[in-house]
């Protein structure tokens, strides 16, 4: 029996192999969709009072398939994952900026009421001593190291401002609690001490729809940048059992997320990937050394407490807008980069402690409706364009030593489409996304996570490249 899609979603999730929004003939042609077009082919197709009955979606989706000359081949046996809905809406969406009103409700999440310090890249004697070695190069004194002689002047002057302006060693300033302009971007940036625990949050506005982002994480389980997650499932037995596995239940780690969106007033999102992680020592990873794969981790390179990550996505009429690793900022050329807009993406970690780790980048505005019920083309008619279009998406392998794709997931959910040369409005359009993995008959045995193959617009079934975002 076809599954529908609950709250949580399990899996790993990789980058796409698309190169562009095409149309479904052999010739993979690039195509810029027209939006009103689009609307009014979703709004005019068939009866679908019967939803899934009228998409004619089957119990699981098989086959196989095989290139030309026998190089690349394709073999699914997937699962059918729909959402809990009766109808299927279409929407519009537009890019968010983060306000005062959203720093205050951060500030009062996060740090509860407790005193909000600036972050200290470099004391008053730390930055006296670096100073005095820059002097000392530039007298000859001690060999050049980490810097040119060009460069001295410049870092003398630099480290004998950060003589004047720098804290003292243990001394607590409290932060602005509003955004500053730095001369690249504005931010609030701070840290502070809840429940005994360390904790930063830092907020950065580029302003329209570029790189706004928020996040909260309590060391050693993330940064500004990122979280530091393994999914528990790249490792295998390499590591033991228990140091893999988190103690408490996914349901656990579910009720957490959600009393956090709760809490930041986040209404309409729901978790739409949850999946067990252990976390690792970033210096493992960035000391500069050639460490090996996840499975090679020495145990003592993990953090104890392992844990959950939870991906949440907006919700238009409780369809969900589908979680994906790819971020929908790829341009085709370089004079693109202007209207790079990423996807929104939240997410959160937990420990049996708590949460350790949120950050919500690219935020959305609550989409608009434009269709409570979208026009869908059935599933057999999206199933022969896959079988089409996937060998000429990669019809490249033919030339390898031979690839083999396995399906193993077949995905209905809604997706943010933007025209190609627009930033900060998109559509949201019902998409199917076929996930998988791939074997590469030279480098068999090694791990590659699951990824998106290729996904087709469930309206017209045209192919769209979800890193370009059209």
Not at 67 to 80: C, Q, R, S, T
Request: proline share 5%; with cysteine; aromatic share 10%.
């Amino acid at each position: 029996m076809k599954k529908t899609i609950s709250l949580v979603l399990a899996g790993v999730l990789a980058l796409g192999l698309l190169t562009g929004c095409e149309d479904t003939p052999d010739t993979p042609a690039v195509i810029i969709k027209d939006q009103e077009q689009m609307l009014e082919t979703a709004a005019n197709g068939r009866e679908n009072s019967a939803l899934f009955a009228s998409l004619e979606v089957p119990d699981r989706f098989t086959g196989e398939w095989t290139g030309l000359n026998g190089k690349l081949k394709v073999k699914a046996d997937a699962e059918i994952l729909l959402p809990n809905a009766d109808k299927i809406p279409t929407g519009r969406v537009t890019a968010r900026e983060f306000t005062q009103d959203d720093l205050d409700n951060f500030l009062r999440v996060f740090l509860k009421g407790q005193p909000y310090y600036e972050e200290v890249p470099i004391t008053k004697q730390k930055a006296q001593e670096m100073l005095e070695r820059f002097q000392a190069m530039q007298r000859g004194e001690i060999p050049l190291e980490g810097a040119s002689y060009e460069d001295l002047p410049d870092l003398i002057e630099q480290y004998a401002e950060a003589v004047r302006t720098a804290p003292d060693e243990n001394e607590l300033r409290l932060a602005p609690t509003s955004f500053v302009d730095n001369g690249y971007f504005s931010e609030m940036n701070g840290w502070g001490t809840v429940d005994g625990k360390e904790v930063h949050l830092n907020v950065i506005h580029w302003g329209d729809a570029g790189m706004n982002k928020t996040a909260f994480f309590i060391p050693p389980y993330g940064d500004w940048n990122e979280s530091y997650v393994i999914p528990a499932d790249h490792v295998g037995d390499a590591l033991p059992h228990e140091r893999i596995f988190p103690a408490f239940s996914a349901d656990d780690a579910l009720r957490m997320g959600d009393a956090l969106m709760a809490e930041l007033g986040l209404d309409n999102v729901i978790c739409d990937r949850l999946q067990p992680v252990f976390f690792y020592n970033h210096h493992y990873l960035y000391g500069g050394e050639d460490r090996g794969g996840w499975a090679d981790m020495d145990p003592d390179e993990l953090i104890e407490g392992c844990g959950y990550q939870l991906q949440y996505v907006r919700c238009v009429n409780g369809f969900p807008i589908s979680y994906t690793r790819e971020q929908g900022n790829a341009v085709e050329h370089e004079a693109d980069h202007d209207a790079v807009w990423s996807y929104e993406q939240i997410e959160v970690c937990v420990t049996a402690d708590g949460v350790v780790y949120f950050s919500w980048e690219s935020p959305y505005n609550e989409p608009t409706v434009e269709l409570e019920d979208t026009q869908l083309m059935s599933f057999p008619e999206i199933t022969d364009i896959f079988q089409r279009m996937i060998m000429v998406k990669n019809s490249y392998q033919e030339a390898g030593n031979g690839t083999t794709y396995y399906v193993d997931r077949v995905h209905l959910g809604l997706m943010r489409i933007k025209a190609k040369d627009t930033r900060g409005e998109g559509l949201l359009v019902p998409v199917w996304d076929f996930w998988g993995t791939k074997d590469f008959a030279a480098d068999s045995g090694e791990f590659v996570d699951e990824q998106i193959l290729l996904t087709i617009n469930a309206i017209d079934g045209t192919v769209i490249d979800r890193n370009l975002g059209y």
